[in-house]
């Protein structure tokens, strides 16, 4: 089976060998280019699935390097840009980037996208069955990355996502807190348990009082359950 290829165009080479190192252990092969006007080229040439595209460039900037790309093809790109501006992100997005990620940036994070704009895009040569979980009210599309409320999609970044299709997948079961970082996050995560409850809060801002027949409960001094009262 051939491995999606990932082009990272960075001028930081440090940056570069970091996202390299993380990219290629989920299993990804990895292409990077340092300037603009490599990128344009190698990815004519190279044809990636998806790039990593840095905006402060030399040669061409990355807002230049995505109009180029976007006169030959259509596959994903995500810029990656030190600047928090919406100007930036709302720029990027009308030249046809699919995501972007803040500087400075968590690297599974980055990867977290990286799997969610492929799998989105149909680039990902994850299984093809539908993973979805839907109850009243409720739809947690892990193929798209969509959660739905009321039929209406709520932005969800992609561990939230995780988190919630995880739970709601196993209704009424109670999951402590380290068994959700080694479920959801990997075993290779060194985070610590106040991540789950930090995403576990978000969650609940976004589901709080959306359906009476679920619940997603704390099980005090255990861990966390989707419930379900039917």
């Not at 280019?33 to 840095?54: C, H, T, W, Y």
């Not at 679920?214 to 861990?223: A, D, I, Q, S, Y």
Request: aromatic share 8%; net charge negative.
């Amino acid at each position: 089976m051939l491995l999606e290829k990932i082009l990272i165009v960075d001028d930081d080479t440090n940056i570069c060998e970091l996202l390299r190192l993380y990219i290629e252990k989920e299993g990804y092969n990895v292409i990077i280019a340092n300037d603009g006007a490599s990128a344009v080229k190698i990815f004519r040439e190279q044809q990636p699935d998806l790039m990593l595209l840095d905006i402060m460039l030399p040669k061409l900037d990355g807002w230049q390097v995505c109009r180029e790309v976007r006169k030959f093809s259509d596959k994903p790109i995500i810029m990656l840009t030190a600047k928090g501006e919406t100007f930036d992100k709302v720029l990027g997005l009308e030249l046809g980037a699919d995501d972007y990620v803040v500087k400075p940036f968590d690297t599974k994070e980055v990867v977290a996208r990286i799997k969610a704009v492929l799998r989105r895009s149909g680039g990902a040569s994850a299984a093809a069955a539908v993973q979805e979980v839907v109850y009243d009210k409720l739809s947690i599309n892990l193929t798209n990355y969509e959660l739905k409320v009321n039929g209406v999609q709520i932005d969800t970044p992609p561990k939230e996502m995780e988190l919630i299709f995880h739970l709601a997948s196993n209704p009424n079961r109670v999951f402590t807190r380290d068994q959700l970082l080694d479920e959801v996050w990997g075993f290779d995560y060194y985070g610590d348990s106040r991540t789950v409850d930090v995403h576990v809060k978000r969650l609940r801002e976004k589901l709080e009082n959306v359906s009476e027949k679920w619940e997603l409960r704390t099980v005090w001094g255990v861990g966390y359950k989707f419930e379900t009262k039917e």
